[in-house]
Structure formats: C-alpha cells, structure tokens
C-alpha cells in the first residue's frame, strides 16, 4: 500500500509562517487532500481540504499544484498552541483507500 | 452537540483474551470508522461503514478482529484472540456522509495486551 509522504519534523518559532509538504503519487482524479492536526492523547482533528489550487479558512491554507502530486498546509503566525502533529490524508489509488500519511510533528518554540 | 464517544478509554488485558470497543458517533453522520494508531504513526484504517454497510474492511485482520454496526448507527470493534502487537489506541471516527467530508475523532481507547 503506497503511503504519502511528509517531513518527520519541523521547528519554528512564534509568529512564524510554517509550510509543510506532502506528496501523495498516483491520487485518483475526483480525490481530495484533507490534512489534521492532533494533540498527544487526542483523535485527529480537521484543518482544512481542497482538490486543486489554493484554499484558505480562517486557520491555514492549502496549496496544491496543477498536477496534484503534493500539496502545502501553511499556517500562518504560528503560536505555542500549534505543537503538534500535522497529517496529510488523500483518497489513495484505485481501491480509494483511506490512508493518512506519516504526520509531521510541528514544534513551536518560543 | 456531543462528539463521538468511545469506551472503555483504556483496556488492559491479557494477551489470548478478547476485548471490545464501543463508538457511539455524531448524530446523523452515515459513515462511520475505525482506526488502529500505533506509536509515532499515523492513524491506519480497519474498517469503514456507510450505514449499516462495511464498504471498506481490506485492512482489518479477519482471522482475530470483527465489527459490526448493526442499526447504523453504534459500532462494536472486537478482538479475539489479542495478540501483543495488537496493543495501539483504536480511534473511531464519523462524517456526515461519504469519506470526502471532514471526519470527527472520538478521543481512542488505548490498548495494552500484556
């Protein structure tokens, strides 16, 4: 089962800009790319979507190239709170399984 | 509004011993799911329902786990026997409708088999 793939970890600082990549090959047409966030003892919890270029909501953005390949979460004037691990999850492949990718652990420093 | 429930939160057993897992989703969500997530990975999909229906089981070891949601709308995740590398935190989820919708987690039951 091919999985997506994200950086282990990142590190930035307070009011920092953070973007975070994902590669997912071999996305099927209509699927779209969803990435979470989860807290040590928490489930994952919803950030944003999107299927093709650019999405924002009033947490982060999301950009995905013309050839869906990868996608960016960027979140804006990161805080403390931000600490935490990040997941990219897309529609994988022709049996449309559910697959989150290896997750990305955001540490936010002071 | 009420989130999804999980019970127990944690469960230790033995291992050979069976154990259960109780999901009680969001009102009105269709799709229900479970996942196994083990230390330092993400979450990795069982089984996925839409109503009543398995529509997404590849990845659930038959030989020992079974689930069913029979009225559609609780779950049960069973494990029989367990197995030491069964220990992980089971998460169940649930989406308005299909698996393109924003799916809500419950907070997990942790697993250890001893």
């Known amino acids: 089962l091919a999985k997506t793939t994200q950086p282990i970890s990142m590190d930035s600082y307070e009011g920092q800009e953070v973007n975070i990549t994902c590669s997912h090959n071999n996305i099927a047409t209509n699927d779209y790319i969803t990435w979470y966030q989860q807290f040590p003892s928490q489930g994952p919890r919803f950030i944003i979507q999107?299927?093709?270029t650019k999405v924002t909501n009033e947490v982060a953005s999301l950009f995905i190239p013309a050839d869906r390949k990868s996608s960016t979460l960027s979140l804006p004037r990161v805080s403390l709170s931000d600490t935490a691990v990040y997941y990219c999850?897309?529609?994988?492949?022709?049996?449309?399984?559910?697959?989150f990718g290896s997750g990305t652990q955001l540490t936010v420093l002071p | 509004e009420a989130g999804v429930v999980q019970s127990p939160r944690y469960k230790i057993i033995e291992k050979k011993q069976p154990v259960a897992f109780w999901c009680n989703p969001i009102?009105?969500?269709?799709?229900l799911y479970w996942y196994r997530q083990n230390l330092g990975q993400g979450p990795e999909l069982l089984i996925r329902y839409e109503n009543e229906e398995a529509v997404d089981d590849s990845q659930l070891p038959k030989d020992r786990f079974s689930a069913e949601r029979l009225k559609g709308v609780d779950s049960t995740l069973k494990i029989q026997p367990a197995e030491l590398g069964d220990s992980a935190v089971y998460l169940c989820?649930?989406?308005?409708?299909?698996?393109?919708?924003?799916?809500?987690f419950g907070p997990g039951t942790r697993l250890t088999v001893l």
């Open positions: 999850l897309a529609l994988r492949g022709s049996a449309r399984q559910l697959t």
């Open positions: 999107g299927y093709k």
């Open positions: 989820a649930s989406s308005l409708r299909t698996a393109y919708n924003e799916q809500f």
């Open positions: 009102s009105g969500h269709n799709t």
